[in-house]
């Protein structure tokens, strides 16, 4: 069975960088053809996708979030971890990773497995 479980700070000041990881059980990331996402959600803005890191190590990020936005891989310990630099009160939300089913070209099952979801609060 799959499992994606996001970890990290509650809390974070803004100026600053959020920083998440993400540890899947039950396959590895390197798994052919898997896409690892992060997604996160607030009353303002709604569900919105921040970028995934493939099984490749390839990465594609959101275009109004990209210049903020890194993903990067471990996978010795099979996670995958999302920076966000330069936060604002704006970046409050619940964040999420997901994994996505593709065929090698394209993404064909868009987040079919999610973690639990961890809420971040951007506060002085």
């Known amino acids: 069975q799959v499992q994606l479980q996001e970890s990290g700070p509650g809390l974070v000041k803004p100026s600053a960088t959020l920083s998440l990881t993400c540890t899947v059980s039950?396959?590895?990331?390197?798994?052919?053809?898997?896409?690892w996402s992060w997604i996160r959600q607030s009353p303002r803005r709604g569900l919105e996708w921040i970028g995934y890191?493939?099984?490749?190590?390839?990465?594609t990020y959101n275009p109004s979030l990209r210049s903020r936005t890194s993903i990067s891989r471990d996978t010795t310990k099979n996670q995958f971890t999302l920076q966000l630099t330069s936060v604002t009160p704006e970046d409050t939300a619940v964040y999420y990773c997901?994994?996505?089913?593709?065929?090698?070209?394209?993404?064909?099952?868009?987040?079919?497995?999610w973690g639990q979801g961890t809420q971040v609060t951007v506060s002085s």
């Open positions: 890191i493939s099984y490749s190590g390839s990465y």
């Open positions: 997901a994994r996505s089913s593709g065929d090698g070209t394209y993404i064909t099952i868009p987040n079919d497995v």
């Open positions: 039950g396959v590895s990331i390197t798994s052919n053809y898997y896409f």
